[in-house]
């Protein structure tokens, strides 16, 4: 399919599934979310065709906001690919988790999907080993834990898009320790860049001393969004 054709077929199931019931239409934030939304099940999908399949393929969408892409995956992907497939959407805002259950019987699939209410910190909401775990633009911390979970819970790909950082990223305070320690100016945009790079370093180490080959890629413009780096880490064998 054509890159605008995928696009033009993402917004529609938007707009379907949580615009046009609440009588509006769509906005420049949400034909954003559709192309960010678009590049991911394009990974996604490209990731389901090199798997070799012992059984039903289970996917994760982890702070998941309104599962976009959980839904999506199972729409777009996953039905038209027949595979045999489920989706486990997780979101700690129950109001939000409502949402993604009344969008969720709008789909036109058969493939099974579960909106949770849970935090992402919780082992038990867990599969064992999905196949893929995707988080979308997890802020903060979420990021942190998505990756400790995906690890633990030997996620065979994650696909994570970082958010925002605060001081509650546990590398943020190394980072800034660090920043003094190598006499990095004070000026906010030299030190926020290097702060952030530190971050980036470290979540990227810790996939690899996991055993995970990881890729980090910009996944769309930045113009989309300033958050565009897509951490693709693949668990080795
Ligand atoms: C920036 S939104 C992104 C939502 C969605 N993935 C998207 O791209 O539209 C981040 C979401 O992560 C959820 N979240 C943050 N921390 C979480 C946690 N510890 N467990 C579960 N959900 C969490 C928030 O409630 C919010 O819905």
Redesign the pocket.
Known sequence: MRANDRIQEVETWLDRLYIAADGASLRVEDRR?AA?VTAILEEIERAVKRFSRRRSLVLV??????S??GLLAAQLVFGPLGLDARVLV????QR?VALSRTAAELLETRTPVECLA????DPSCWPEEPDIVV?????G??SD?IIERAIACRARLLLLVP?CTSDAVAAVRLAKEEAVRLAIPDQAPVRRRFIQAMVDAERTRRLEAAGYVTEVVEFVGATVTPHNLLWRARRGK
């Open positions: 979310k960010e969408d982890a702070a998941a906001g309104k976009y892409v997780l979101e700690k805002n939000l849970a935090d992402v910190s988080a979308l633009h997890a802020c911390p979420a834990v958010c």
